[in-house]
């Protein structure tokens, strides 16, 4: 099928895509896929209570015919912090609306969280906490079980599991392509290679989501060559739109190189350094105060064969800055978007070793990976609500203490750096808007123009995003490179075909230029930091 981009008109001010467009992706996500999902979810789950099935059934039917929006049916005190959000964006936007006249990305968001309203997600998940609480008081059970029992509760528990062990060439590929991580060559081992390791790793964790035939031969091919052959990078570059690796790698190095200069020195001028004690959550601080080290928020996307592409990259950014980096694990509290990773999921599949579906197929992958989590903690997985949310990135909070009642504390565990994950943390990045490419030229257009620097987290935060492209939205492209992908593919766009990776190192400092009695004046003015231009 093909869809027509031609009902969208330049723009320079975001607006998020709307499903209203007969002939739109967002159209075709909430008439056609999302029901198929439904299906999906009804036949992959035992419930237990014809009343659940039903409601799946008439959820399915509303979205096919353009029903009403109906609201979620929670208690206030069911198990979701953030009751109190989707509270007032389904009032604001969803209300006496129906389906297809509506924001795409909160719709679309929504639906998920109406799917675990009404398979009782939220009242099932107090029942197991409610248990292991007592059987915690009588010394019995533990919280690997409490883990294992809420991802039974998971309704995309199975198409999970699938996507990580059914595919046994995709393992033992993986498997091949991961052994690079342990290689003792010291030949191997010295700096350059590191690095060209790394850039490998970062393509691994792009095109993770989709690890087939021929992406396999291309990994292959790179592999015998070294971390580099011509062949190769001509091979990525068709369908890599957006290649800024590099940048990201410098950003990194000059993040430690700043770290090390301004551990001699009590005059900072890095506004991550003025925030130093509160850019990790309390469980890191007393580590801080020991050893300095750059915090990376690893902001996760998909399960299955692509978080265990995600751990590569993890292991060999560790590699490669082995003694001032750490990495913080953002997933998603609940389940949604079918196969996104969650924090009992994490448990499951990978830090149980002895129930673990997945430790058995890559032992050296999993176990190095425990290690890294448990043993040395130079990873941390946290999950929170906002993740599951229906809001853009802008609404991350600046203050990195932050906590209010609608339990917007997510500012608080963001790193010094982020990286960012998938198609639909992209599309809340630049506020699921389809921009006009003559006027937004890059990530750090959208930041510097349309993030408050004195509210917004990523305004101050150098981020990279690793997206394969599946819906519209997408910045950085110039006017005759749209056109010519028009020619080649109309929908490069949504078919996951083609990637980007792509940074934003724009950040703000607050200086102080004048003090007129107990007023202070402030001058907002844009850093550019040595590696801009790299």
């Known amino acids: 099928m093909e869809f027509s981009f031609s009902h969208f008109q330049s723009i320079v001010e975001k607006a998020p895509l709307f499903t209203s467009e007969d002939s739109s992706f967002a159209h075709h996500t909430m008439k056609n896929r999302l029901p198929k999902i439904l299906d999906q979810i009804i036949h992959d789950n035992e419930f237990g209570d014809e009343d659940v099935v039903e409601s799946l059934i008439d959820l399915k039917e509303s979205l096919k015919n353009n029903g009403w929006i109906e609201r979620f049916k929670d208690h206030e005190n069911a198990g979701d912090l953030y009751y109190q959000v989707w509270s007032q964006e389904y009032d604001e936007k969803l209300r006496d609306r129906r389906w297809l006249e509506v924001e795409w990305f909160v719709c679309e968001s929504y639906f998920y969280r109406l799917v675990l309203s009404k398979i009782g997600y939220f009242e099932e998940e107090n029942k197991e906490e409610d248990q292991i609480e007592k059987e915690e008081t009588k010394g019995g059970g533990s919280s690997s079980d409490h883990s294992s029992n809420i991802s039974q509760n998971d309704p995309f528990y199975k198409s999970k599991l699938r996507s990580l062990v059914e595919d046994e060439d995709t393992i033992q590929f993986i498997s091949s392509i991961s052994s690079l991580l342990f290689s003792n060559n010291e030949e191997e081992d010295d700096q350059r290679n590191i690095r060209d390791r790394l850039k490998l790793f970062f393509m691994f964790s792009l095109w993770g989501n989709r690890v087939d035939g021929c992406y396999k031969e291309v990994m292959n091919q790179k592999n015998n060559q070294e971390y580099g ?177 609608n339990n917007m504390v997510v500012g608080s565990e963001i790193g010094d750096v982020m990286l960012i994950k998938g198609d639909a943390n992209y599309r809340r990045v630049v506020f699921d808007t389809r921009w006009d490419c003559s006027s937004i030229h890059s990530l750090q257009d959208i930041i510097s123009t349309h993030y408050n620097p004195s509210s917004s987290i990523l305004s101050h935060t150098p981020f990279i995003c690793l997206r394969t492209l599946k819906s519209d939205p ?61």
């Open 474 to 534: 997408i910045v950085g492209l110039n006017q005759d490179q749209v056109d010519k992908l028009d020619e080649v593919d109309h929908n490069w766009r949504i078919n996951g075909k083609r990637g980007i990776i792509q940074v934003s190192i724009l950040f703000f400092k607050f200086l102080m230029v004048s003090l007129i009695g107990s007023q202070f004046r402030i001058k907002l003015l844009k850093m550019e930091p040595k590696y801009r231009n790299t």
């Open 229 to 405: 052959g011509n062949k190769t990078e001509e091979a990525e570059d068709d369908m890599l739109l957006i290649d800024e690796r590099e940048k990201f790698i410098e950003v990194l190095i000059d993040k430690i190189d700043h770290l090390h200069s301004s551990s001699t020195s009590s005059n900072n001028n890095s506004i991550f350094q003025d925030e130093k004690e509160l850019n990790s959550t309390q469980s890191l601080k007393e580590e801080e105060e020991e050893e300095e080290f750059i915090i990376l928020s690893f902001v996760t996307d998909n399960c299955g064969n692509e978080i265990l592409c995600d751990i590569c990259l993890m292991i060999c950014l560790l590699q490669f800055f082995p003694q001032h980096l750490k990495i913080r694990i953002h997933c998603k509290k609940c389940p949604t978007f079918v196969s996104d990773i969650t924090t009992s999921n994490f448990d499951v599949f990978f830090l149980n070793l002895q129930t673990s579906p997945v430790a058995s197929l890559l032992p050296q992958l999993i176990d190095r990976f425990y290690e890294l989590v448990k043993v040395e903690e130079k990873i941390q997985i946290c999950g929170h609500d906002f993740w599951n949310g229906p809001l853009f990135f802008d609404q991350i909070p600046l203050n990195r203490n932050i906590s209010n009642d």
